[in-house]
């Protein structure tokens, strides 16, 4: 089968519309399938990835967006004529014209949160697109029930769980020591978060609960791994609060790194205000890292999933998840075994790619 994944982002950009459809395109390899990538970008030119470049300038004279659909219809053809079924990940200008260009392909679609969060009823071409779709999959069922609340059209629709790498397990006792003492001079309680600098993500609250942490332990250090609009301001926070000290700004961190924190940290906190499923979340658990979330669509899911590993806090409340991270650090331990299995049960690529393909196959002959 050969599988043509339209989407946003490709690593080393670690969005989940970046990080899904590149697993997935290994694994399918694996198997003897081939996929090819249309995607956003200025990289390198690569044998399986087509870059679209994103035009800058004013997006209300429709200029740029009517170079991207010209560049997209130029360089989509020839990969259409290669491909058996595309799969269109999230909600971009350059995924719809891409869907609109696939005429009478298969075509697959899978929401990973935004385009549905966000939805207002004003896009036709977004509709056309669910609609046209011969499945839709959802990156969680809180999603799913949202999207038909909004009567997005789905002629047939299912929850398909984000993959985890392999590469987040848990590792051995003097690994761990070792990454530790990376990042901390001394003994003591590290917390981590691993989401881009935004608003959504309200690492403001992050910040200024970790200050209510750092009064009552004074062995508490909080590593933040991401990049994005909001570290000017989150890092004056910090200052303000004065815990720059105890907080570190890792910036953009290679997933392999990611991994390795994730392993390494004691608590992984989630301060978001709006996820579906929060890969960051699933990566600490399987690295054998419990983590505290805040009551968002997705930790709530997770949480009913995975149990006293994953503990909820209410959104936008530093004192509320302050509370509940003091409340784990007075008896620290490691994810259970229920929520290891789970992970391998559901969570790992080659469950993932199996429901996809058994997806793909649906498409291809309804």
């Known amino acids: 089968m050969k599988i043509l994944m339209v989407t946003p982002h490709v690593p080393p950009y670690q969005s989940a519309n970046a990080l899904l459809p590149h697993l997935l395109g290994e694994a399918l390899r694996a198997r003897g399938h081939e996929a090819r990538f249309l995607a ?3 990289g390198q030119r690569r044998m399986d990835v087509t870059f679209i470049r994103r035009r800058a300038g004013s997006r209300a004279t429709r200029i740029p967006q009517a170079l991207e659909a010209l560049e997209t219809w130029l360089r989509g053809t020839s990969l ?5 079924l595309v799969h269109i990940h999230s909600n971009t200008w350059m995924n719809q014209v891409a869907a609109k260009l696939a005429g009478r392909h298969p075509l697959v679609l899978t929401h990973y949160g935004t385009e549905i969060w966000h939805y207002d009823g004003k896009d036709p071409m977004f ?3 669910n609609a046209r779709a011969r499945h839709v999959a959802f990156y969680s069922q809180a999603l ?8 997005v059209p789905l002629p047939a629709a299912s929850v398909i769980y984000p993959p985890v790498a392999d590469v987040f397990r848990p590792i051995d006792a003097r690994k761990r020591e070792d990454v530790r003492r990376r990042f901390m001079s001394r003994d003591g309680v590290l917390l981590l978060n691993v ?6 993500a309200d690492q403001a609250t992050l910040l200024t609960a970790f200050a209510r942490i750092a009064k009552r332990r004074e062995d508490a250090a909080l590593l933040i791994a991401g990049a994005g609009e909001s570290e000017s301001a989150l890092r004056r926070q910090a200052s303000d609060l004065g815990i720059t000290e105890r907080v570190r700004f890792l910036g953009l961190v290679p997933n392999e790194e990611v991994a390795d924190l994730q392993c390494a940290a004691d608590l992984f906190v989630l301060s978001s205000t709006l996820e579906a499923t929060p890969t960051v979340a699933l990566e600490a658990l399987a690295a054998g890292t419990p983590v505290v979330s805040t009551d968002n669509p997705g930790g709530i899911e997770l949480h009913r999933l995975f149990g006293k590993d994953l503990v909820l806090a209410p959104m936008r409340d530093p004192d509320a998840l302050a509370a509940a991270v003091l409340g784990f650090l007075e008896s620290p331990r490691r994810t259970n075994q229920e929520t290891n299995d789970l992970i391998e049960e559901r969570f790992r690529i080659e ?3 199996t429901r996809y393909l058994a ?4 498409a291809l002959v309804s």
């Open 351 to 353: 469950g993932v790619v």
């Open 127 to 129: 509709r056309k697109l």
């Open 359 to 362: 997806v793909y196959q649906k």
């Open 80 to 84: 259409l004529r290669w491909a058996d």
């Open 144 to 151: 799913l029930e949202h999207a038909r609340a909004l009567s």
């Open 195 to 200: 989401k881009r600098l935004h608003p959504l």
């Open 40 to 42: 956003y970008g200025n």
